[in-house]
C-alpha cells in the first residue's frame, strides 16, 4: 500500500506537471471531504456518485481505514471526493491513525459533507464532530431515509439546523435517491479551476492498494465481527502480464485462533476469501487473476508502529 496524496499534494503536482487541457472559461473544481461516525454509509455514497466501485463496502463499522480518493468528471466541473474512516473511539494506534485520517481531510477540502444515520439519529459523537467543522464550509446528509418516516426525517433536520448546520440534504444512499440534488449543491459551491484528473479516471489509488481492500472486504464479509477488525492484508507480489496479473497477498491476525478460523477447515474458509476475491480481482484488472494467500500471525500488531507503516497506514 501506498499512502495518500492529500488535496494540497495533487494540486502541487498538477502545477508542476503543467497538465493542463482545454476546457471551458468557466469550469469549476473542488474537493470534498465525506465524513461521519462509522457504519453511516460515507462508501456507499462515494460508489453512487462516482458511479462505480470506488470503496469497498460492508455492514460493520469501521471498514473504511484509510483516506479514499473518488474523481466525478462532468462538462464545467470536476469534484474530487476524499471518503474518510469513520470517527470512532479509538482504542488502538491503528484506530488513532483512522480519526487523525478523517479530521486531517477537513482541513484540505473546499466543502466538508458529513453524513448522519436517519435510523438511528443525531448521536453524542455526531454532535461533537459538528462543532469541530466549519460550518460555512458544511453540508450534512442524512442517509439512509429509505428506512424511517417523513416525520423523523423532519425532527433530525431540525435538530441538524438547530446546532448551526445550515445546508441539509436527505437522502438513500443505497438507492441514490436525492443524489442528484446534493450533487448540484456541491457543484454550485466550487470555485473556477482547472481539472485535477483526466475525464476517464475515477480513483488515482494504486491497483495494488485496491487489490488489498477487496479480499479485506471479503474477510469482513465472510468471518465474524472480531477478526476481520484485527486483519491487515499486504500485497507481496503483484505481476501484470498481457491476459495474466499474478498477485500474493499476506494476511496478518493477531492470534493463533483467529489463523485457524481465517484458514477454516480444510482450508475451505481461506478458499472462499479467495475465490470471491479473485472475481472482483478480475473485474478490476480485466484480466485473468492468479491469487496466492498467506496467513501470519502478528500479535497486536494494530499498535506496532513498524507494522502499521509497512501496511501504509502512516501520517
Given at each position: 500500500m501506498t499512502e495518500n496524496n492529500t488535496s494540497l499534494d495533487i494540486i502541487d503536482a498538477f502545477f508542476a506537471n503543467e497538465k493542463k487541457t482545454s476546457l471551458p472559461p468557466d469550469h469549476k473544481s473542488g474537493f470534498v471531504a465525506i465524513l461521519g461516525s462509522p457504519n453511516v454509509g460515507?462508501?456507499?455514497?462515494?460508489?453512487?456518485i462516482i458511479g462505480e466501485k470506488i470503496a469497498i463496502v460492508t455492514d460493520k463499522a469501521q471498514t473504511t481505514r484509510n483516506r479514499i480518493v473518488g474523481i466525478l468528471t462532468k462538462e464545467n466541473y470536476q469534484?474530487?471526493?476524499l471518503d474518510t474512516p469513520g470517527i470512532?473511539?479509538?482504542?488502538t494506534k491503528l484506530g488513532k491513525y483512522m480519526v487523525k485520517t478523517a479530521y486531517s481531510a477537513e482541513k484540505?477540502?473546499?466543502?466538508?459533507?458529513?453524513?448522519?444515520?436517519a435510523k438511528i439519529g443525531i448521536r453524542e459523537r455526531d454532535r461533537e464532530i459538528i462543532s469541530k467543522l466549519d460550518k460555512s464550509r458544511l453540508i450534512v446528509a442524512i442517509n439512509k431515509a429509505d428506512i424511517v418516516s417523513k416525520e423523523i426525517l423532519a425532527k433530525h433536520k431540525m435538530l441538524l439546523e438547530s446546532l448551526g448546520v445550515e445546508t441539509v440534504f436527505i437522502i438513500s444512499a443505497k438507492y441514490s435517491e436525492g443524489l442528484p440534488n446534493l450533487e448540484r449543491e456541491l457543484a454550485r459551491r466550487l470555485m473556477p479551476g482547472p481539472q485535477f484528473y483526466p475525464a476517464d479516471m475515477h480513483t488515482d489509488m494504486p491497483e495494488r492498494f485496491i487489490a488489498s481492500e477487496l479480499i479485506r472486504e471479503k474477510m469482513l464479509l465472510n468471518l465474524r465481527?472480531?477478526?476481520p477488525h484485527g486483519v491487515g492484508i499486504e500485497i507481496e507480489k503483484y505481476e501484470e502480464k498481457e491476459n495474466l496479473t499474478n498477485i500474493g497477498a499476506v494476511i496478518y491476525c493477531e492470534r493463533n485462533s483467529h489463523k485457524g478460523i481465517i484458514i477454516g477447515k480444510k482450508g475451505a474458509m481461506l478458499k472462499k476469501i479467495g475465490m470471491e476475491s479473485r472475481r472482483d480481482?478480475?473485474?478490476?484488472?480485466g484480466?485473468?487473476?492468479f491469487l496466492e494467500l498467506y496467513v501470519r500471525v502478528k500479535e497486536d500488531w494494530r499498535n506496532s508502529t513498524l507494522m502499521l507503516g509497512s501496511l501504509g497506514y502512516k501520517d
Amino acid at each position: 500500500m501506498t499512502e495518500n496524496n492529500t488535496s494540497l499534494d495533487i494540486i502541487d503536482a498538477f502545477f508542476a506537471n503543467e497538465k493542463k487541457t482545454s476546457l471551458p472559461p468557466d469550469h469549476k473544481s473542488g474537493f470534498v471531504a465525506i465524513l461521519g461516525s462509522p457504519n453511516v454509509g460515507k462508501s456507499t455514497l462515494l460508489n453512487a456518485i462516482i458511479g462505480e466501485k470506488i470503496a469497498i463496502v460492508t455492514d460493520k463499522a469501521q471498514t473504511t481505514r484509510n483516506r479514499i480518493v473518488g474523481i466525478l468528471t462532468k462538462e464545467n466541473y470536476q469534484i474530487v471526493f476524499l471518503d474518510t474512516p469513520g470517527i470512532h473511539d479509538p482504542k488502538t494506534k491503528l484506530g488513532k491513525y483512522m480519526v487523525k485520517t478523517a479530521y486531517s481531510a477537513e482541513k484540505d477540502v473546499d466543502i466538508t459533507l458529513m453524513l448522519v444515520d436517519a435510523k438511528i439519529g443525531i448521536r453524542e459523537r455526531d454532535r461533537e464532530i459538528i462543532s469541530k467543522l466549519d460550518k460555512s464550509r458544511l453540508i450534512v446528509a442524512i442517509n439512509k431515509a429509505d428506512i424511517v418516516s417523513k416525520e423523523i426525517l423532519a425532527k433530525h433536520k431540525m435538530l441538524l439546523e438547530s446546532l448551526g448546520v445550515e445546508t441539509v440534504f436527505i437522502i438513500s444512499a443505497k438507492y441514490s435517491e436525492g443524489l442528484p440534488n446534493l450533487e448540484r449543491e456541491l457543484a454550485r459551491r466550487l470555485m473556477p479551476g482547472p481539472q485535477f484528473y483526466p475525464a476517464d479516471m475515477h480513483t488515482d489509488m494504486p491497483e495494488r492498494f485496491i487489490a488489498s481492500e477487496l479480499i479485506r472486504e471479503k474477510m469482513l464479509l465472510n468471518l465474524r465481527d472480531e477478526i476481520p477488525h484485527g486483519v491487515g492484508i499486504e500485497i507481496e507480489k503483484y505481476e501484470e502480464k498481457e491476459n495474466l496479473t499474478n498477485i500474493g497477498a499476506v494476511i496478518y491476525c493477531e492470534r493463533n485462533s483467529h489463523k485457524g478460523i481465517i484458514i477454516g477447515k480444510k482450508g475451505a474458509m481461506l478458499k472462499k476469501i479467495g475465490m470471491e476475491s479473485r472475481r472482483d480481482l478480475e473485474m478490476m484488472t480485466g484480466t485473468k487473476v492468479f491469487l496466492e494467500l498467506y496467513v501470519r500471525v502478528k500479535e497486536d500488531w494494530r499498535n506496532s508502529t513498524l507494522m502499521l507503516g509497512s501496511l501504509g497506514y502512516k501520517d
